[in-house]
């Protein structure tokens, strides 16, 4: 239903794809990676689910002059072992040669490809969801970065990404590695996410102003998935309601769905309405008298 609901408002099936929004991690993690490329170093991107950290990794390999990203394609990554990243190595670097069957001999031939290569490019080595890598994957990264080739160690960089709630499973590479944690959208990086990909790529004012500073502000908001799927949900309020956009009244909805308008109570009396109020009974008492 949620991609109904987009096209509805006249939005993208995904308006978030491909979008980049130049926040204080993803200039954070440009230097890091940068520095990884150039220098050769072993780097650990930590972050929530969400945080955009592939995105901003890859981005920045995108920008380094020269290099060579070797990503190994093995989809279950707790299985991933150091013959798979062998593999990976030789397939980048030396795509006509076949890896050699005796792991010492593969270990000969990756030492020789990354020699070679390292004298004109600059080799990195990406590793996406490092948080579930086998322990002995990780001692081999290590061994990995001890390789020379005339002369010259280490032949490559390495990027880690991984989740900072399982980040004790990188520590054992803490110490020979730079870490980088990130955190998060700002309120002012959510609103001009929700401002840049809703309502200037759609062409119209898809989402309230009041309404973006309303959720900018919110905690569903410091990341890119979470800030997703608030909008997703706004979106269904703003049907539900026969809305064309999102107003201040449907984020609040959703923000606070047990909000409840607070009940009618009757003021306190002043005090010359309760004189007033005796004086009438007693005149009215005097009256009865009277008439008996």
């Known amino acids: 239903m949620k991609t109904l609901h987009r096209k509805r408002l006249g939005l993208a099936a995904d308006p978030w794809a491909g979008f980049h929004l130049d926040t204080a991690d993803a200039a954070r993690t440009a230097l890091l ?3 990884a490329a150039e220098a050769r170093l072993f780097v650990s991107v930590l972050g929530a689910r969400g945080s955009g950290k592939t995105h901003a990794v890859r981005r920045a390999l995108r920008r380094v002059p020269r290099v060579r990203v070797v990503e190994p394609l093995r989809l279950r990554r707790e299985c991933l072992h150091i013959g798979d990243i062998e593999h990976a190595i030789v397939r980048e670097l030396a795509p006509n040669d076949r890896p050699r069957r005796s792991g010492e001999a593969r270990s000969v031939q990756v030492r020789r490809l990354l020699g070679q290569s390292a004298q004109t490019s600059r080799i990195v080595l990406v590793i996406d969801d490092a948080h579930v890598l086998h322990h002995a994957t990780l001692r081999a990264l290590k061994r990995l970065r001890e390789l020379a080739w005339l002369g010259v160690s280490p032949l490559l960089g390495i990027v880690l990404v991984g989740q900072a709630d399982r980040a004790e499973v990188v520590a054992e590479v803490g110490l020979r590695s730079d870490r980088l944690w990130l955190g998060g959208l700002l309120p002012e990086d959510a609103a001009a996410a929700l401002e840049r990909a809703l309502n200037r790529r759609s062409g119209r ?9 309303a959720l900018a502000a919110s905690p569903r908001a410091r990341n890119w998935l979470d800030l997703a799927a608030l909008v997703d949900d706004c979106l269904a309020e703003a049907a539900a ?24 109570i009757e003021g306190p009396v002043s005090d010359d309405e309760a004189v007033a109020d ?10 009865r008298e009277a008439v008996a």
Do not use: F
């Open 33 to 35: 990676v940068e520095a």
């Open 205 to 213: 004012k898809t989402v309230a102003p009041d309404a973006i500073v």
């Open 241 to 264: 309601r026969g809305e064309d956009r999102i107003t201040r009244a449907a984020a609040l909805s959703v923000l606070h769905p047990d909000r409840r308008p607070a009940p009618d």
């Open 278 to 287: 005796v004086l009438a009974s007693l005149n009215a008492g005097e009256r």
